[in-house]
């Protein structure tokens, strides 16, 4: 998942991921953003920021392919 800000002025988004993606891990540098109780994650970006996230492979996925 990758998240940009093009503008000049630092902005935070909300991102809800379908299916899972509780936890994404920074690709970049070291961290990670974990959702809330309601499923959102909160991601600060400053001027013209970045992040890029790995997403976490939910536990279901793994029990549907094994069934």
Do not use: K
């Amino acid at each position: 998942l990758c998240v940009h800000n093009f503008d000049e002025r630092a902005h935070e988004v909300t991102i809800r991921l379908e299916d899972g993606g509780d936890r994404l891990t920074n690709l970049l540098e070291e961290g990670e953003s974990v959702a809330d109780a309601d499923g959102r994650h909160r991601i600060a970006l400053g001027a013209y920021g970045y992040r890029w996230y790995r997403l976490a492979t939910p536990i279901s996925a793994f029990r549907s392919r094994a069934e």
